[in-house]
């Protein structure tokens, strides 16, 4: 397979062609962003993908986007980032993986905005965003497979393990609002559990997909 090619903007500043792969062109993206440490906002482009990454410096924040058939608009995500130092990651998960490589960096919401909203009312958002089924689903195995297992009666899924009530709130919000979309039946946590942890009754469209997500 040959190697991805990608684009850098920085603004009007004249963008830059990066024909390498992954690493190479983190390392000349670095180089780019030291020559533009003044702009606001940095781009990454795969032209033939149809998806770029945008680091909004000055928001805290970095957009996605990928390119929607029969729509002159593309798909556009938002994501807060708690640091400076985080904006990397989200580079090189982009460069390795594409738009779907920076799926697990963060909660993703269709409005910029959106991320000024408490922790909970943003996890609300993500929820009502979603609007299959199959999205839901995915969502849901998503969620579980970043921080879940089954509990040893095979009987639950548990969400959230070992988290605090202040832990993921954004996250534990949107769960709750496809949980009630789905149908799926909550039941109440065990005594010792950790009070964040979310548990649901163990559901066959769930099941019929889980190993894929362990």
């Known amino acids: 397979m040959a190697p991805r090619q990608f684009i850098f903007r920085a603004g009007e500043a004249e963008q830059q ?15 780019y962003a030291d020559e533009h440490a003044d702009a606001e906002s940095l781009r990454i482009e795969d032209e033939a993908a149809g998806e ?13 986007t990928r390119a929607v058939a029969g729509s002159a608009e593309p798909h556009t995500e938002y994501c807060a980032v708690a640091r400076p130092t985080l904006y990397g990651r989200f580079v090189m998960r982009f460069l390795e993986d594409g738009y779907a490589g920076v799926d697990h960096s963060g909660l993703w919401l269709r409005e910029l905005a959106d991320l000024d909203a408490p922790p909970e009312e943003q996890g609300e958002r993500r929820a009502a965003a979603v609007s299959t089924e199959r999205e839901a689903l995915d969502e849901v195995l ?20 070992t988290h605090t009530l202040e832990m993921s709130r954004a996250e534990r919000a949107e769960l709750l609002a ?4 789905l149908g799926l039946e909550r039941a109440d946590p065990p005594a010792g559990a950790a009070s964040g942890e979310v548990w649901v009754r163990k559901d066959e469209r769930l099941e019929a997909e889980l190993e894929q997500w362990s």
């Open 17 to 31: 062609r990066c024909p390498d792969g992954a690493q190479a062109a983190y390392e000349a993206f670095q180089a």
């Open 52 to 64: 770029a990454l945008v680091l909004l410096l000055t928001r805290g924040a970095v957009a996605r």
């Open 142 to 161: 998503r969620m579980w497979s970043d921080s879940g297992y089954v509990d040893p009666t095979d009987q639950y899924y548990v969400f959230f393990d």
């Open 178 to 181: 496809l949980v009630g979309r």
